[in-house]
């Protein structure tokens, strides 16, 4: 046998010595490459003969693509070189290399697909439950370990890991879910909580100073003392959770703290109020208002989820806060917002039982437990979880039937056709049946012993997995792959319809049910998810700007919010009116509400509701890269690098590979203690040949975004610490003091020569290759899509896709064609 | 029965004998078997690895002088009275370890490029030796940390990050409260269900293996093996949920409710893990000391602070900021000296818990305010090792802290040739 193997290996070894195109790639780098890369002086990390062309694993076949890249670019070998491939020589070393990546990555997704077998995501094993179990407001993502990321998404099969720390977490997520979904006893008492004078608690016994009321009506002014919103409204408590009909009566005015007394709001302007609920310390945001001005007769109404014991905050979002120190600028007349009125009714059920407690026991019988029911008395920790007060009753009922076997059969396979997204098999039925069968012969009642067969489908790898076959999707596992791509969540009945009657997997049906789908709410888990990861919006917190040479920013979450909001917006737009992706470079639109118009300085845009406006001329605004949430997110809060904005340019947006920093080499930061301009240090390592290569294409996209400030406002100078032109200014009522340093200059040359001097000019340098970027865009929806990364192999279907969109690169369109290509309906 | 130690271990367990040379390529299974055998050590060897999230003025902490004779610097001044049981390095970082805050994850495991889009992450020094001692105590490691979920920095072979627990009350209850009859009857209960769930599943995923490519076979397998190793764990706490906890004097504190109050919560935790080992009830801790969120204030009892922790360490370099953060950065070195005198006061079989207590004391960050992951602040206390120096390398270009943590490795018993980017153990660092 080890004979056999033995010749197989030569033979095998043999065959590929004796490949001509592999003798070419050898002859070729042995002559071009293998001077810098070789193990002696392995430059760029690459020592080539590390990299074998059998081509067997991902890594190999990743780094041969990119040096297929390198060369095809021309940027290897370097053109300084005197020793330079002739033209001939290029073409036939790109001709081999091509055809045996391609040969090579076309067997495997033959035999095995694109894809290896995909789990689902912490954030997809939230919306799956949140949708299986009709528990909109479930949370339970924290249970789960963080999943690891893979070129950017965390739904990359080939980097996704599974040790035993998921699956106890899977065990107590699906149990924590399940005990939600179960309602037990009768139908709650509904709640209400009515008033007319709203008393908040921060300006009833604590302070002494005046209390801002008139007539009434409270009015919350900019905070005259530091005090962190939002503020509690108090006076009852939460008895059960559940989602509550919400209202009050708030407009904006003005106020005189001298006089306490009201005066009409100033024209054009609208007021901005928040709403809160949770625990003291985590207030979860309900929803934000605009507010109308100078008087409300009619309740604000909404519904909200609240949990038991949660408290109830409003926050004056528009208004200035003086958090840490005392206002040194107080107008007498100030703005206000007046509040009058309060109400809190609920819990709302549609039905009772819930539908979530549906999904699970249907309607059967609940009674007192003895001895008689079962052997072991309830278990019933849920009790904690929704009601007040657990009290002897409820915690002794137990959901009975008188039909176990039956009723067991006809739940479970309901549940199990929805969980597994398919069809279940006798089989597998049976399996689960038995196991609900043991639990109940050994004395668990039929609550107790159907609900663990439940956590039992949660933790099993067909709820966890994809099932998919190489070769083309059946028609089930194309109805998972569009769910989880545009919902992020289990297929919904018309999908498994479709899929049950074998009509799905038709080009026509493939694109109404897209329509369908990106029409459905849910649509907005792509676009927050899509947006999160590829433009790394799910860093945004990660930093807080600096108060010193900030205090405009100080603790305001309305613009937090606001900046973000603007983002997923702008890329709802595209999709819904299907505008073209040169829009994701530039665009004469901006998505923006009265808090980003203020930053962005634009005039006569109020309250909250972001809108499209159109970009006022000189205003250097359109497109995702000059959007607050992305210099934000490339920011750290003080300071802005255009090295960490150029990478996040070429790497998102440019789709220019960037090797990561090579070791032992500190970054550049820039230094707030001396305005010297992080510029010329720079200037001095793209003079270094080994730093250069890489920094030619980093730094330019960096520098056209420095006039940009930490949270996206324009800036003609550097704000600095010391050694600057002191300003004093009076920001949020706070007498203020910064100083400015260098002027900025956000001039460059692009690779290939070009020059710009401002941002503008380089978003049409970039905008003569759109299609590249519409094409890197692609590269990032598909491994969104399909849980794989964009193999050599892709490319061609990718070209056909990006050509076939010619002029019509509506991104609505674009995201049809993926749906409709080789690569998301096959594994 | 002999004199009771204070070592409170009413149950031998002992691991399997095949555990030869442990080093990062051997993978150990998690308890093959438990059959009792041999007694554990009085007094064994741990290890605990706080990470502090935000670095430190690192001018204030290393000192000129290399060697034995080397001057107090102010932040040593706050640990002075252990002279002899720490070493302070200089001019070491985890070689390849970069990316500002996201350095954090490699910050135990080395694993290089931490902020590259597609970093995989492997085991780190914690999980690795858990591998080795995990198994003889009720928790076989606590990761905990301030107030995140997350420990940041244990991470599984798989590269599993581990939550953490955040609350000194919880992390009280889980090692000394008892919980009645009924109370524990029902958690066996769930235990058996949940080792019955995961044998069921285990099966389904046989047949699932069954009709897979063989590349997705892997992913199947790491499930498998996944859910062995859970119903592994759920075995081990079955058999821990049978043993009565050990019993202490020390109350059960009160969860630190203002979020500012980072001072007291490092306390908090630190007198928790001194509970924590005088018991038995694990060997190994990482803390991950972090501020809360980066616009948090890290509150003091004697000055006013003003600005959120994170933005004060950028600005390190200003005259005005400096003395404030200088003075949060003492408050940790403060909290590290009590541990330490907390430990060096219990005493068994002639040595104290110190002498066997690895304390690592460092950071992702090197200087606060540049935010690079140059010149990590290391101070390793405890332990078998010959303290009382100042091991000093060069700043411009560094030592592999890799190294170290090999060290470290050895002396728990454990002889791998290599861990993460090591090149061998720390030179001028020598066991006692």
């Known amino acids: 046998m080890k004979l056999v193997t033995f010749l197989l290996i030569l033979f095998l070894s043999m065959n590929s010595w004796a490949d001509p195109r592999i003798d070419y790639i050898k002859k070729f780098s042995n002559k071009y490459c293998s001077d810098c890369h070789d193990d002696d002086l392995t430059k760029g990390g690459l020592d080539l003969a590390k990299y074998s062309l059998n081509l067997n694993t991902l890594d190999e076949e990743k780094m041969w693509s990119l040096i297929y890249d390198r060369v095809s670019h021309s940027e290897m070998p370097p053109p300084q070189k005197k020793k330079q491939p002739t033209k001939a020589e290029k073409e036939e070393f790109k001709t081999s290399l091509s055809s045996l990546l391609n040969e090579s990555v076309l067997k495997t997704q033959e035999s095995s697909g694109r894809t290896i077998v995909r789990r689902i995501t912490r954030e997809e094993y939230e919306n799956t439950l949140r949708d299986l179990l009709h528990l909109p407001d479930l949370e339970i993502k924290s249970l789960l370990p963080e999943d690891s990321i893979t070129n950017g998404f965390d739904n990359v099969a080939s980097g996704q890991d599974l040790s035993h720390v998921n699956i106890e977490s899977y065990l107590k997520a699906a149990e924590y879910a399940l005990d939600m979904a179960t309602a037990l006893g009768p139908k709650p008492r509904p709640f209400k909580y009515e008033k007319d004078i709203v008393t908040f608690r921060k300006y009833t016994k604590k302070h002494r100073h005046k209390r801002p009321k008139e007539n009434g009506i409270f009015y919350f002014t900019a905070k005259k003392r530091p005090a962190v919103p939002p503020f509690m409204i108090e006076g009852f408590r939460i008895p059960y959770s559940g989602t509550y009909r919400i209202s009050f009566k708030a407009f904006g005015s003005k106020f005189s703290y001298k006089e306490l007394k009201s005066y009409p709001a100033d024209k054009g302007t609208a007021q901005v109020a928040t709403t809160f609920s949770g625990p003291k310390g985590a207030f979860r945001k309900h929803q934000s208002f605009t507010l109308p001005n100078d008087k409300c007769d009619d309740y604000i109404t909404y519904l909200g989820h609240v949990n038991i014991g949660d408290h109830f905050a409003f926050n004056s979002s528009s208004l200035p806060t003086a958090a840490n120190k005392p206002p040194t600028y107080m107008p007498q007349t100030r703005e206000a917002i007046g509040v009058k009125g309060f109400k809190i009714e609920g819990p709302i059920f549609a039905e009772w039982p819930p539908k979530s407690h549906k999904v699970l026991y249907g309607n059967l019988r609940q009674v007192q437990w003895s001895s008689k029911v079962s052997k072991f008395p309830p278990n019933n920790k849920l009790l904690r979880h929704r009601f007040a007060k657990p009290n002897k009753s409820l915690e002794n009922t137990v959901i009975v039937s008188s039909n176990p076997t039956q009723d067991a059969q006809r739940l479970l ?182 808090r980003l118009a203020k930053l962005y300085g634009i005039e006569g845009i109020y309250g909250d509701e972001i809108r499209p406006v159109k970009v006022p001329r000189n205003l250097p605004r359109g497109g995702f890269m000059t959007q607050g949430a992305i210099l934000k997110v490339t920011a750290n809060g003080t300071t802005t690098s255009p090295i960490t904005r150029g990478t996040w340019l070429a790497e998102k947006i440019l789709g220019v590979h960037i090797p990561p920093p090579p070791a032992g080499v500190p970054a550049a930061e820039a230094n707030l203690a001396s305005p010297k301009t992080l510029k010329e240090q720079l200037a001095q390592h793209r003079n270094n040949s080994s730093c250069a290569s890489c920094h030619v294409k980093i730094d330019p996209a960096g520098f056209a975004l420095e006039k940009f400030d930490v949270m996206g406002a324009t800036r003609e100078n550097y704000r600095v610490l010391e050694g600057g032109k002191p300003v004093k200014k009076i920001v949020n009522l706070v007498n203020t003091e910064y100083q400015l340093g260098m002027d900025i200059d956000s001039s460059g040359t692009v690779v290939g020569g070009e020059k710009f001097s401002n941002v503008e ?67 | 029965m002999k004199k009771q130690s204070f070592w409170i271990r009413p149950k031998a367990i002992s691991r399997r004998t095949a555990l030869k040379a442990a080093g990062v390529s051997l993978a150990l299974p998690f308890l093959e078997s438990m059959a009792a055998s041999g007694k554990a050590p009085e007094n064994p060897d741990r290890m605990i690895a706080v990470m502090c999230e935000m670095g430190y003025i690192t001018d204030y902490l290393f000192p000129k002088k290399a060697g034995r004779n080397y001057e107090m610097t102010d932040y040593l001044k706050q640990i002075e009275d252990f002279r002899d049981d720490f070493t302070i390095f200089s001019g070491m970082s985890l070689t390849g370890v970069n990316g500002g805050h996201d350095a954090a994850r490699s910050f135990l495991s080395g694993a290089v490029n931490p902020s590259s889009s597609s970093f995989k992450n492997s085991i780190s020094l914690d999980q690795l030796m858990a591998q080795k001692i995990g198994h003889l105590t009720r928790f076989s490691n606590l990761p905990l940390s301030l107030t995140e979920n997350s420990s940041k920095f244990s991470i599984l072979q798989s590269g599993v990050t581990l939550p953490s627990i955040n609350r000194a009350s919880e992390l009280y209850k889980m090692m000394f409260i008892q919980g009645s009859k009924s109370d524990v009857a029902k958690q066996l209960t769930n235990l058996n269900h949940g080792k019955s769930i995961l044998d069921m599943v285990n099966g389904e995923a046989k047949k699932f293996a069954k009709e897979v490519t063989k590349n997705d076979k892997v992913k199947l397998d790491q499930y498998m093996t996944s859910v062995r190793e859970a119903e592994k764990r759920l075995n081990f706490k079955i058999d821990w949920a049978k043993t009565p906890k050990p019993g202490v004097k020390h109350k059960m504190p009160k969860d630190v409710t203002d979020k500012t109050d980072v001072g007291t919560k490092l306390r908090q935790m630190y007198e928790m893990v001194t509970l924590a080992f005088e018991t038995d009830s694990t060997r190994l801790v990482t803390i991950y000391a972090e501020g809360g969120g980066f616009g948090n204030i890290y509150s003091l009892k004697d000055s006013k602070v003003t600005d959120g922790w994170h933005p004060l360490t950028h600005m390190a370099e200003r005259k005005d900021k400096r003395p404030i953060l200088k003075k949060i950065d003492e408050d940790q070195f403060k909290a590290l000296g009590g541990f330490m005198k907390q430990l060096k006061s219990k005493k068994t079989g002639g040595e104290t818990l110190l002498d066997k207590t690895m304390i690592l004391h460092s950071s992702n960050l090197g200087h606060a305010g540049r935010h690079d992951n140059l010149n990590l602040p290391t101070i390793l206390a405890g332990g078998k090792f010959k303290h009382g120096q100042h091991l000093a390398f060069d700043r411009k270009n560094n030592y592999n802290q890799a190294n170290l943590y090999l060290s470290m490795l050895h002396s728990m018993g454990m002889n791998a040739d290599k861990f993460a980017s090591s090149t061998g153990t720390v030179k001028g660092l020598d066991f006692a």
């Open chain 1, 761 to 827: 000019q380089f978003k049409k340098i970039v905008m003569k290759d759109h299609k590249h970027i519409t094409k890197h865009f692609l590269k990032n929806l598909i491994t969104f899509a399909t849980g794989s990364s964009i193999q050599f192999a892709d490319r061609h279907e990718l070209n056909k896709i990006v050509d076939q969109s010619k002029d019509k690169d509506g991104v609505r369109t674009l995201i049809h064609q993926v749906t409709q290509s080789k690569l998301f309906r096959n594994k």
């Open chain 1, 413 to 594: 396979a309901r549940f199990m056709t929805k969980a597994f997204r398919r069809p279940v098999s006798t089989e597998k039925l049976n399996t689960y049946m038995s196991f609900f069968k043991s639990l109940s012969q050994q004395g668990y009642s039929f609550q107790e012993s159907l609900k663990k067969t439940y956590m039992g489908i949660l933790c099993d790898p067909h709820f966890l997995y994809f099932r998919e076959k190489p070769g083309k999707l059946d028609d089930y596992a194309l109805a998972s792959r569009l769910s989880y791509f545009i919902w992020k969540s289990l297929p919904d009945k018309e999908l498994l319809e479709l899929a049950n009657q074998g009509k799905l997997n038709q080009s026509s049906t493939i694109k109404s049910q897209v329509e369908r789908m990106l029409q459905d709410p849910r649509s907005e888990r792509f676009v927050q998810s899509f947006i999160n990861q590829w433009l790394e919006l799910r860093k945004f917190q990660s930093s807080t700007p600096d108060i010193t040479l900030y205090p405009e920013y100080k603790s305001d979450t309305w613009l937090e919010s606001s900046l973000q909001r603007e983002t997923y917006s702008f890329f709802k737009k595209l999709i819904n009116e299907n505008l073209s992706a040169k829009n994701i470079i530039d665009s004469d639109f901006i998505m923006i509400n009265g």
